[in-house]
C-alpha cells in the first residue's frame, strides 16, 4: 500500500487558510506552497502528510461527522504529545493545536513528521520476510510496550491525564454503554459477553500510562531495519490505568496463522506470518520483561475484543447514518458480529 494518498474528495479542506495559520505558528517555514496528502490506514481520526519545501509535518484533525462525547479530542492529545515527548522520546512533538473550526470545519493540530514506514496488512514492497525478522519485530513490539508503561507518569507531569482508581470498572460500564449507543442491529450473544464482564472484574495492578490503541500499524518503523521503531502514533485515547487492559487491547489485533478467517479479517495484518510469536508467547514475554502477573490475563483479553468490536461499531454506526462515505466501513457489522461471537467464545473457555 502506498505510504500517501491524494486527499478524499469529501475530507479535503481549505489548504490556504491551513497555510496561513502554519505560518504564524511555526518558526522557520520554508518558502513555497503548502502541499497536501492523505495518510490512507486508520479509521478513526484523519490524518495527513504536509509538505512545504523539504519540511513535513503532521495534521490531525476528528473524522466527519458527529462523533461520540470526549472521542478525538485533538486538545487532549496534543497537550498530553507536548508532555509525554520529553519521557517517552517515540512519541512525536506536537507545534500546535487550534479549536477555531473556522479553519478547517473542525479543531485540529500540527506534529513534527518521524519519517519511517508503518506496516499494516502487507510488509514494504521489496522486504524478504523472514522468520527472524519477525521474530524480531515481534520482540521490538512487545518491548515497546514494556518500555511505555514503565515511564514515570508522575514524574512527566501526567497526574490529570486520568483515575486509575476504579478504571476497569469504567471501562466495563463505558465501552458497553457505547456499544448500546451505537447498536444498529441485535446480536444475542452481547447480552451473555457482557454479563460475564461485568461480574468477576480483576484487580488492577499498580497504574502506568495507556496508550489505548497500541498496536504493530500505530509504530512508524526504520525503513532499512523493520525491527526498529522510530515513533509511537495515534495517542487520542491514552490516559493512566491499568497496564494489562493495554496489552491485552494491544493483542487484539493480534492475528495468528491458525486463527479463524472470520477472525482475521476484522482487522488484516501481516501477524499471522511465519515467525511472528503467538499471543501466548507475547504475554510470556511481556511477564517476563515487566514483572506483573498475568494470571488474569483472560479475562483482559475477552474485554479487549470486545472493545474492538465496539470501536468498530462506532465506525460502522456513523457509516450506516452517511456521516462518511468511506465505503471501507460498509462491511463493518460482520467483523463488529464476528468480534462478539469470538469474545464469547473465548469467554465460554475460561482460558486462552
Known sequence: MAETIRVREDEDFDRDAVERYMREHIEGLPEGKLEVWQFPSGASNLTYLLKIGDWEGVLRRPPLGPVPPKAHDMERESRLLMKIHEAFTLAPKPYFFTDDESIIGAQFYVMERRKGVIVDDEFPEGTETSEELCRGMSRMVADTLVELHAVDWREAGLEDLGRPEGFLQRQVKGWIGRYDEAKTEEIEEVGPLTDWLTKDI?????????HNDYKLNNLVLNPDDLTEVRAVLDWEMTTIGDPLFDLAVSLSYWVEPDDP????????????????????????????????????????????????????????????????????????????????????????????
Do not use: C
Not at 480483576?202 to 495507556?210: A, F, L, R
Not at 467483523?335 to 482460558?351: E, F, S
Open 202 to 210: 480483576p484487580e488492577s495492578p499498580d497504574p502506568t500510562i495507556v
Open 261 to 352: 478467517q472470520e477472525l482475521k479479517e476484522v482487522l488484516p495484518t501481516v501477524t499471522d506470518t511465519p515467525g511472528f510469536i503467538t499471543r501466548k508467547e507475547f504475554i510470556d514475554y511481556y511477564a517476563e520483561k515487566s514483572g506483573r502477573d498475568l494470571s488474569r490475563i483472560h479475562w483482559y483479553m475477552v474485554f479487549g475484543y470486545f472493545k474492538l468490536a465496539v470501536i468498530l461499531q462506532q465506525i460502522y454506526a456513523r457509516w450506516h447514518k452517511g456521516q462518511t462515505k468511506d465505503e471501507r466501513f460498509a462491511n463493518f457489522n460482520e467483523r463488529v458480529r464476528n468480534l462478539i461471537l469470538h469474545a464469547n467464545t473465548l469467554a465460554g473457555k475460561g482460558d486462552l
